[in-house]
């Protein structure tokens, strides 16, 4: 059975950009999912113009990945999957299908850093292991306003949204302690931590 990683964090802290990073030691580019590349398989589902996910093959011959919503604009992840789409309970339906399958499955989004019944489910059935990112708030807050290229005016309700988004996390990974491997790291330390559990530096630790 493969492993399901899940980062966490308030908006801005940096989970679409370490998921990226990972997928991208797997091929992965955005130009390259439209050409049919090689090791990259774009799932799509009916009634989506957009990948439901990817499966990428391990770059090293290690268990393939699943990558659950696309990446294919600044804001990526389970949150590009709709309601209609079935939602986080379908995201984690399929994380754990694909858990199941053998293949190591990577998911983020805000609304699933904040959930707990359905991630709990999942951990008891599949395991579960959670990367909480501690990115200081204040830099949570200059990495949205620089994304949303926000006016200065705006910068008091981001804060106040982000304070509130921040302490759901933390709620949520409490709560979850008992059933999930929960780790806090800063965004460097859970890349490498995420490269560890994926395998994909078993290549650089033999050299």
Known sequence: MGVIVNPKGTSGSGKTELVRRIMARYGWRRDRVREGYSGI??????????????????????????????YEATSGGCDTIREVDGGLREILRSAGEHASAGYDVLVEGLRLS???????EMARSHGLHILRLSTPLDQCVRNLVSRRRARRDAVP???????????????????????AAIE??????ALERAQDLLGLRISRMAA
Request: proline fraction near 6%.
């Open 41 to 70: 398989e774009p799932i799509y589902r009916a009634g989506r113009d957009r990948p439901f996910g990817y499966r990428l093959q391990h770059p090293f011959g290690g268990r393939p990945l699943a990558v659950l919503g696309h």
């Open 114 to 120: 904040s959930e707990v019944e359905l991630s709990t």
């Open 157 to 179: 309700l981001i804060e106040r949204n982000t304070i509130v988004e921040h302490r759901r996390v933390d709620e949520a990974c409490t709560r979850l302690a008992r059933n």
């Open 184 to 189: 806090v790291l800063s965004f460097d330390e």
